[in-house]
């Protein structure tokens, strides 16, 4: 499975972005609805934190603490695409935004989206000035 995120750029604190991972290279019957995808983050000098996820299930999601009720995640199955539309932006959500399929868990509302036998895209810049 291939991955490829974009859509990251330039915007003012308090500003929204979506950024889009299309997903390609599908082997049957694993098709995109097969895969749960998550959204990771990685600012400079910061340890990877992840951001978002969607179940490949029910599509179910999940958010880190610090963009809850700020980004919304979703899937279009038909173009094999995850969506992040992000809300109220704030300086600290300067990072490079990647995507990834993996195995995920969820406890509650907490999530963990293991990553080790999964696919990743390339990351998008997104830059968010104050």
């Known amino acids: 499975v291939q991955l490829q995120a974009f859509g990251g750029g330039l915007v003012q604190a308090g500003g929204s972005l979506r950024v889009s991972c299309a997903a390609s290279?599908?082997?049957?019957?694993?098709?995109?609805?097969?895969?749960?995808i998550g959204w990771f983050r990685q600012a400079p000098g910061k340890e990877r934190e992840g951001v978002s996820c969607?179940?490949?299930?029910?599509?179910?999601?999940y958010y880190a603490d610090s963009v809850k009720g700020r980004f919304t995640i979703s899937r279009d199955n038909a173009k094999n695409t995850v969506y992040l539309q992000m809300n109220s932006l704030k300086p600290e959500d300067t990072a490079v935004y990647y995507c990834?399929?993996?195995?995920?868990?969820?406890?509650?509302?907490?999530?963990?989206?293991?990553?080790?036998?999964?696919?990743w895209g390339q990351g998008t810049q997104v830059t968010v000035s104050s």
């Open positions: 990834a399929t993996g195995d995920l868990s969820t406890f509650g509302s907490s999530w963990y989206l293991n990553t080790a036998s999964g696919s």
């Open positions: 290279g599908f082997t049957s019957p694993f098709t995109f609805e097969y895969y749960s």
């Open positions: 969607i179940s490949r299930r029910d599509g179910r999601t």
